[in-house]
């Protein structure tokens, strides 16, 4: 369902991806491990249509990427592309409910189904009883669980997360890896992982390493 081929990219002289080939299926758990400096988030953004190559393209069900313009780009990226990172970046002005419906209002989806979309996804990562709470008020696991019900909102292609567990203790990284695999199993989920976590890595389909601005076998 993701296509990436012959992606390379560069910043001046320095070159970060080198010419990566990369195929992900429907509903498996893909992780991207390697050193720091490999390249990994900087493909992660390229898959993710955050940031463009300076050479090769990627397709997402089908449809090729570069041939987009830039306000349709924007529009498939918010209806096929869920992004979890590091640090939430909830709005802490808004409560949990409100975060995880600003996605779909940006789809222009009705409020109605929206609401009952993020209640059942409230439920869904038992948060039902902190869906009035702003971020302030939540744990840093339920901050990122909300963070997932967002990227979850407008039923996805394909979750890509940057060191989704990087910011949380072992037990609160633990339960959201144990989540992604529920995630895949119960809605056929397909997700893309940058990581340093070896327990989670290792809880993935597939293992990708990079080293280098390659994809290594």
Known sequence: MLQAKGIKKSFGKLEILKGVDLDIHKAEIVTIVGPSGAGKSTLLHIIGTLDSPDAGNVHINGISISSLSPKKLSAFR???IGFIFQF???LPEFTALENICIPAFIAKKGKKETMLRAHELLEL???SHRAEHKPNELSGGEQQ???VARALINNPSIILADEPSGNLDSNNAESLHNLFVDLRDR???TLVIVTHNENLANMANRIVHMKDGL???
């Open 78 to 80: 918010n209806e096929h």
């Open 88 to 90: 939430h970046h909830l």
């Open 125 to 127: 990562l038992g948060l």
């Open 145 to 147: 669980r909300v963070a």
């Open 187 to 189: 809605l056929n989920q």
């Open 215 to 217: 994809i290594i076998p």
